[in-house]
């Protein structure tokens, strides 16, 4: 563990983590047979759980990661990544029959990134494999990329959800959705024991079979059980519905790069904030505040603010916020 660590890790990170090969935006995609000359390629940790760990770690706020690698290279470059960023890595499991994840993102001007991925070690990550992570400084624990990890169990998550709650820590989940599949199904069990779940819009217009309209979304995902849901929707801002507070925030004026890792960040905003004792619009506002640095560079934690970044970004510009 790096020596410039936050003191403690009262937050527990598990799920996707991936070796992550980025390209700056190009002009246009190549053509079969061409070659596009770029001034550098960008090798970096990615996964929900990773950039997750990672963000915290530059707020202060100490992160266990929980997740599975390989023992190759990658697994070894996204261990001592980590550990320089200041995350606690003793719950990092080297799986000794799988390779690393790895994805290749392809950024070109003006369009939506490319993504080619190996799910490597990540399918084998358990619901047992979180037993360990959780000590008694845990405040929150954190799954990024649940809907496709198929070694996690969803009663078995569940299980595990209850069992946090039993013991004062917040669960907080986030998903991942590849594209059309039954994911209400493995979503049923684990969101009755969900404080707050955090998914973006077009995954949530996937799980519940096409309904695009954000409000409805979060209303039906509240009706399953969640606690608290926010929907992030990109350019559009976000809506946050619990039994307190039914929110809808704009977003934040950035210049963006790359997208890559924004809703992880915003992710990590969500849960300082829960750490820091904010309420809703303060828990929303840093969420949309680390987002917002996170779109400026290419990479997932390249832009990210610092807290004392974030405060001032957030004093100095406005975020609008209406009750709905």
């Known amino acids: 563990m790096s020596a410039t660590a936050p003191k403690g890790t009262?937050?527990?990170?598990?799920?996707?983590?991936?070796?992550?090969?980025?390209t700056p935006p190009i002009d246009r995609f190549p053509q079969p047979g061409e070659l596009v000359k770029v001034d550098e390629l960008v090798l970096n940790i990615?996964?929900?759980?990773?950039?997750?760990?990672?963000?915290?770690?530059?707020?202060?706020?100490?992160?266990?990661?929980c997740c599975r690698v390989g023992g190759d290279a990658f697994g070894r470059f996204v261990a001592e990544t980590l550990e320089h960023a200041g995350v606690e890595t003793s719950s990092l499991i080297v799986d000794p029959d799988r390779d690393t994840s790895q994805t290749l993102i392809v950024n070109v001007k003006g369009e939506d990134r490319r993504f080619i991925h190996s799910f490597g070690a990540n399918a084998a990550l358990s619901a047992a494999d979180l037993d360990a992570a959780i000590t008694p400084e845990a405040r929150v624990l954190y799954v990024g990329g649940y809907l496709i990890l198929p070694g996690l169990d969803p009663d078995?998550?569940?299980?595990?959800?209850?069992?946090?709650?039993?013991?004062?820590?917040?669960t907080v989940l986030d998903v991942a959705c590849p594209g059309p599949a039954?994911?209400?199904?493995?979503?049923?069990?684990?969101?009755?024991?969900?404080?707050?779940?955090?998914?973006?819009?077009?995954?949530a217009a996937l799980i519940l079979?096409?309904?695009?309209?954000?409000?409805?979304?979060?209303?039906?995902?509240?009706?399953?059980g969640a606690a608290r849901v926010?929907?992030?929707?990109?350019?559009?801002?976000?809506?946050?519905?619990?039994?307190?507070?039914?929110?809808?925030?704009?977003?934040?004026?950035?210049?963006?790069?790359?997208?890559?890792?924004?809703?992880?960040?915003?992710?990590?905003?969500?849960?300082?904030?829960?750490?820091?004792?904010?309420?809703?619009?303060?828990?929303?506002?840093?969420?949309?505040?680390?987002?917002?640095?996170c779109v400026r560079a290419v990479g997932t934690t390249a832009g990210i603010f610092s807290r004392a970044e974030?405060?001032?970004?957030?004093?100095?510009?406005?975020?609008?916020?209406?009750?709905?």
Request: net charge negative.
């Open 310 to 324: 974030a405060d001032r970004f957030i004093a100095e510009h406005d975020l609008p916020v209406e009750s709905i």
């Open 46 to 65: 990615g996964g929900l759980a990773a950039n997750v760990a990672v963000v915290l770690s530059k707020l202060g706020v100490g992160a266990r990661i």
């Open 10 to 22: 009262p937050v527990v990170c598990a799920g996707v983590i991936v070796a992550d090969h980025l």
């Open 230 to 293: 926010v929907i992030t929707r990109g350019e559009h801002g976000s809506i946050s519905l619990s039994d307190s507070h039914r929110l809808k925030l704009g977003v934040y004026p950035v210049d963006y790069v790359d997208g890559t890792g924004s809703g992880d960040a915003f992710d990590a905003g969500y849960i300082a904030a829960i750490i820091s004792g904010l309420d809703e619009p303060g828990c929303l506002k840093l969420a949309s505040a680390l987002g917002a640095s």
């Open 209 to 224: 079979n096409g309904e695009t309209d954000a409000i409805r979304q979060a209303e039906a995902f509240r009706a399953l």
């Open 156 to 170: 078995a998550l569940a299980d595990r959800f209850a069992r946090a709650r039993s013991q004062g820590i917040t």
């Open 182 to 203: 039954d994911y209400l199904s493995k979503l049923k069990p684990v969101l009755p024991h969900t404080d707050v779940f955090l998914p973006n819009s077009d995954e």
